[in-house]
């Protein structure tokens, strides 16, 4: 055999060496890429919570305390010892009038007070000598009653003197205007050396250390709310959550938003201010000791709620009756047991019966 014929034989085994090789790289190739029947879940056993029904509301904040101070007397303001924004205290002085006509006044009344004491102290001593002659008849009994009669007139306008007095007094103290609560100054009305008359407003204060939130709810749970329930509030204005409760619900029902006004009150430790919107959840019932699942378990074919549960790598469909959602949790009334291995991802990838593989969660 030549040496041309003996290479050109070597040539081709080393081709059909290669097509070999190549094949049963493609043939593993292939088994390897072959698609698994299986699909990978995740797995949770039911639960047992407590489940909060609830309502959701939007409201303001606003104060149980706002009043309008304002004058009881005429009178000319001299000084004004609270502006805009200050923190007073119940019972600081917050705008004087002029008191000159009221001290004034006062002192008529204490001297009227003394004058007419003084006549019926007299006369009570009169009376009383006559009474003494009264006994040996020194003194004809008219003149004794007319005395009698004078020193009652004496002790009547003693009694209005010391009426009129009092009101001195109570006009004196109307010309400093003093506060009724622990508040701030909301606004100022009137300035140094403007003339008031009774009812004029002087100051408005609010009261912020006890707040009450005004929360409107749609007319479909206004039925469910009740006074004491929980309520958690939170206000953009400050970024935190606060605890109150149900005060009261307003009997009516708006008209044209159909919403129905409820009070709710709390402790301003966040330092709210009124007038900030809040956001609202109204705990309507509690349920303790439900039976639950994740709401990702559930899925609805044909107007049925199922869920799967895996038993020795397969997905058994179950049909479910669900109650209260709470969250991410789903009430299950009927058609499970607390020890069946609930499929929760996975679940829109498989029909009864699928074969699964459990790749993750809470296994019992």
Not at 15 to 26: D, E, I, M, P
Not at 36 to 60: H, M, Y
Not at 145 to 164: G, I, K, N, P, S
Not at 304 to 320: D, K, N, S
Request: proline share 3%; charged share 20%.
């Amino acid at each position: 055999m030549s040496d041309s014929a003996r290479a050109a034989i070597k040539r081709t085994g080393q081709q059909l060496l290669q097509c070999v090789l190549l094949s049963a790289s493609l043939c593993s190739f292939s088994l390897a890429a072959a698609p698994d029947n299986t699909t990978a879940v995740s797995i949770t056993t039911p639960e047992r919570q407590t489940l909060r029904q609830t309502a959701k509301a939007l409201g303001v904040i606003e104060t149980e305390d706002s009043p309008s101070i304002a004058a009881e007397i005429s009178g000319r303001i001299v000084k004004i010892t609270a502006d805009e924004g200050a923190k007073v205290a119940r019972g600081d002085v917050l705008v004087e009038l002029d008191d000159r006509q009221q001290q004034l006044e006062l002192a008529a009344s204490e001297a009227q007070l003394r004058r007419l004491q003084v006549l019926t102290d007299n006369q009570a001593r009169k009376y009383g000598r006559l009474q003494t002659l009264a006994k040996s008849q020194s003194v004809s009994n008219e003149t004794l009653q007319d005395t009698a009669a004078q020193l009652r007139a004496y002790e009547t306008e003693v009694d209005l003197a010391t009426q009129q007095l009092a009101l001195s007094r109570l006009q004196l103290t109307r010309t400093k205007i003093l506060s009724p609560l622990d508040a701030q100054v909301s606004a100022r009305h009137r300035s140094v050396g403007d003339y008031v008359n009774p009812g004029t407003a002087l100051l408005d204060l609010v009261a912020t250390d006890r707040l009450r939130a005004r929360l409107y709810l749609p007319e479909r749970h206004a039925a469910l709310v009740k006074q004491g329930q929980p309520v958690e509030l939170f206000s953009p204005a400050s970024q935190q959550r606060i605890q109150g409760a149900v005060i009261s619900t307003n009997p009516t029902v708006a008209g044209a938003s159909r919403v129905v006004a409820v009070l709710v009150g709390f402790s301003n430790s966040a330092g709210w201010m009124p007038g900030a919107s809040v956001d609202a959840t109204i705990v309507l019932d509690e349920r303790s000791n439900a039976f639950v699942i994740p709401k990702l378990s559930i899925t609805t074919r044909h107007g049925v709620q199922i869920a799967f549960v895996e038993e020795g790598g397969v997905a058994m469909e179950r049909q479910i009756d669900t109650g209260w959602r709470e969250g991410q949790w789903v009430e299950v009334l009927s058609g499970l047991d607390e020890k069946d291995r609930v499929i929760v991802d996975g679940t829109y990838q498989i029909t009864d019966k699928s074969s699964v593989t459990v790749v993750g969660g809470k296994a019992p």
